[in-house]
Structures are given as C-alpha cells and as structure tokens.
C-alpha cells in the first residue's frame, strides 16, 4: 500500500481488500493479508478500512474473531461460487450457511457487498439483509453490460436502502472506450438515476493490471475531481461522491479532504 502517494494527493480514508479466496494456497495468503494489515492499520492517514474480497476464508476458521474484531465490508465470494453463495461466474444463490453467516455480519455492522455476487445471489442477499448494501466497485450495466456491472433495478434497490455503487476504473467494466470520459459516463449515469448521494469511488488500483487511459494510480485523483467538475458537478456533489458518501457507511469522522473512500 503507497501511503506516501496517497496522502500526497488528499486521500484520508482507503479500503484495504485482503483477496485470499482466490488463492490456490488460501491460509497463508489469508494470514499474509492479515498481517500486513495489522502493521498499518495504525496509519495516521490514511486511515484504513478492512475489507474481505471473498469469505470463504473467514468461515474456514476455527476463530474467526479476530478478523471479525477489524473488518468492516465483505463481499460473500470472489468469482466463482463457494459455501455461501454464487459468484458471478455461477448462477446459484445463498446457502443455508451464507445466510446464517449474513445475519451474523450483519448483527457485527459489517456492510454487506454485492460487486462479486451472481444476479440470484443478489437477490438473494437483498431480500435478506435489512440495512445498507452496497456494490463496492461496479458500474452500470445499462452502459456496458458486463456481469459485475449492475442492472438499473439493482441500483435502484441499493440506493433505497442507503447503500452505494462505488463507480470502478476496472477498463473492461468500463467498456470499449476505456478512459477517463466514460468513467464520467458511468458516475453520470448512476448520478442521474438514483442522485449523488448513492453512488461513489471504487476504484480497485490494486486490483486490475491496466488502468484507464488517463490514469497513472491514487495520484490520478486530482484529474478524476477536475473531470467531475467539467461534466457539471457542483462542490458538494463532488465532495458526496469523493469522499463523504463512503464515510457516511463506514462510519469515519474524517470529513476533511476528497481522494478515495
């Protein structure tokens, strides 16, 4: 994690995915993931936010308080389906066990994500959870129709509730113009169906092995900003969507600043 750079472009608070579901090895990356976690969770600035990218590992664990103690946003599954529910690359929905295990992290305050579940699993989820859901990093299906982008109705159900769709620099989400004009487009679009105050950045730098036209990593954020205020967003909006719409949901009382959740 590039603390210099982050704090360098205005970054105060930062999502910290540990990915260990989609290790062939998952204990050691799990522990890996961990541990670099505990040695900088400390920061200063930014201040960090553990995420679980896949929870397989999690409920694999003979104790799983300890992460427990520390996480606060997870997503059920990486790609593929697990004992909880269907990935995006199957068609099955939750399980006995990932229900069980939803009202758990739930009841703990842990935000439930959807960016890697299955349209059933979706579903699934939504009709059982009662509070916020969010879709971390997921863009719109309506323009670009990708299965970890979201269908209208989808966006819709989140922002009903208070949760979030956080706009991803994933290129294939983004579809064949892959640069900063149609992250805009995604951001507008989902501005404009549901309004600013339910859509945000997911950015995933540290996930994807290109990035759009237009951008080098955190530092880039300046550029994305300066982009939203050509297309129209007011300060404020630009405020909600930078930074201020994620910190409502993970409880930060950081407000200072823009950058990334």
């Known amino acids: 994690m590039d603390g210099p750079r982050c704090r360098e472009a205005g970054v105060r608070n930062l999502v910290v995915a540990v990915c ?4 062939r090895d998952w204990r050691p990356a799990l522990d890996r993931g961990m541990e670099n976690w505990r040695a ?3 920061m200063e600035a930014p201040r960090l936010h553990l995420m679980l990218e896949g929870a397989e590992p999690l409920v694999r664990l003979d104790d799983p308080e300890p992460i427990l103690a520390d996480l606060e946003m997870v997503t059920l599954t990486w790609n593929p389906a697990n004992s909880l529910a269907g990935g995006v690359r199957s068609d099955s929905g939750l399980t006995a066990k ?3 295990w939803v009202r758990r992290l739930e009841s703990l305050g842990v935000l439930l994500d959807v960016s890697h579940l299955c349209a059933r ?5 939504l009709s059982l959870v009662e509070g916020p859901v969010v879709a ?3 863009n719109a299906a309506g323009l670009c129709d990708h299965p970890r982008n979201l269908p209208d109705a989808d966006i819709r159900e989140l922002a009903g509730r208070g949760g979030l769709v956080g706009i991803t620099f994933v290129p294939a989400f983004l579809g064949e113009d892959a640069g900063m004009d149609a992250v805009m487009d995604h951001l507008s679009y989902v501005a404009d169906l549901v309004g600013t105050e339910a859509v945000a950045f997911g950015s995933d730098f540290d996930g994807i092995g290109r990035l759009p036209r237009g951008m080098e990593g ?3 954020w ?3 900003l300066e982009a939203m205020a050509r297309r129209g967003f007011a300060d404020d909006e630009i405020r909600a969507v930078a930074a201020e719409n994620w910190r409502r949901l993970l409880g930060s009382d950081d407000r200072e600043g823009g ?3």
């Open 98 to 100: 990932g229900r069980s």
């Open 218 to 220: 955190c530092q880039s």
């Open 259 to 261: 950058g990334s959740p």
């Open 222 to 224: 300046a550029r994305v």
């Open 40 to 42: 900088l969770r400390d």
């Open 121 to 125: 699993s979706r579903r699934d989820l």
């Open 20 to 23: 260990a579901e989609g290790e």
């Open 136 to 138: 971390s990093h997921s």
